[in-house]
């Protein structure tokens, strides 16, 4: 299964922001793909 992140939506898009950017500075160019599914989801481990 993919990365699942679930919390406050502020928050968690302001942590993704913060990695992106790192990930940027430090290797260049990225990709993200990914979806946002509204409402509370049971997360898998």
Do not use: H, N, Y
């Amino acid at each position: 299964m993919s990365t699942q992140v679930c919390g406050d939506w502020a928050t968690v898009i302001e942590l993704v922001d913060q990695c992106l950017r790192a990930s940027t500075e430090r290797f260049g160019k990225q990709v993200l793909v990914c979806k946002f599914i509204p409402g509370e989801l049971e997360i898998s481990e």
